[in-house]
């Protein structure tokens, strides 16, 4: 079936724009993951969804960062105020409430560039 | 927080050989150890996985080791190819208290030399 996929796949923006993130996490999978990649380095957890439970915002960077998850599908990351810190690639994760519900399974990114 | 730390940072290896990547984990109550693999512009990909109800897993030419006691893990690739060219991460987790997030290595970037 269709993997985790994100839109869109590239955007450049200037300093001080806000910008939306889209991910679709695999169809049924109720769990829903954040993460942002700085050129070079490791995985740095930002934002969870699990179902109705309200969000784990503990790994956003700052206030500018949020999150929404409609209708326990689709989820936007919003950054207002862009800085230039904030160009990064940032991943979506999702997975199932079944027996391997531990396993993310990660979509292609969205490469974001601040200028 | 949890805290992995991923040695070594750059990994480069004769075709045929064996590489080993190591991490280390600060929490012990982390439960699930995955590793990904990720190759240049796409999204990283789970290649194995290890409970910490478990010693030692193997697929193939992939296997990973766990010792809990002093909280490190680590993973073999035997017979190396080409192929297995890419970044690896390794990544820990606290499981279903935690959320299943997971907390990454640095990263190390293998190079398999024809």
Known sequence: GAGVSQSPSNKVTEKGKDVELRCDPISGHTALYWYRQSLGQGLEFLIYFQGNSAPDKSGLPS????????????????????????????LCASSSGGARRWTQYFGPGTRLLVL | GENVEQHPSTLSVQEGDSAVIKCTYSDSASNYFPWYKQEL??????????????????????????????????????ETQPED??????????GRAAGNKLTFGGGTRVLVKP
């Open chain 1, 63 to 90: 206030d500018r960062f949020s999150a929404e998850r409609t209708g326990g599908s689709v989820s936007t990351l919003t950054i207002q105020r862009t800085q230039q810190e904030d160009s990064a690639v940032y």
């Open chain 2, 41 to 78: 512009g796409k999204r990283p990909q789970l290649i194995i996985d290890i409970r910490s109800n478990v010693g030692e897993k193997k697929d193939q030419r992939i296997a990973v080791t766990l010792n809990k006691t002093a909280k490190h893990f680590s993973l073999h690739i035997t």
């Open chain 2, 85 to 94: 060219s890419a970044v690896y991460f390794c990544a820990a987790s606290k």
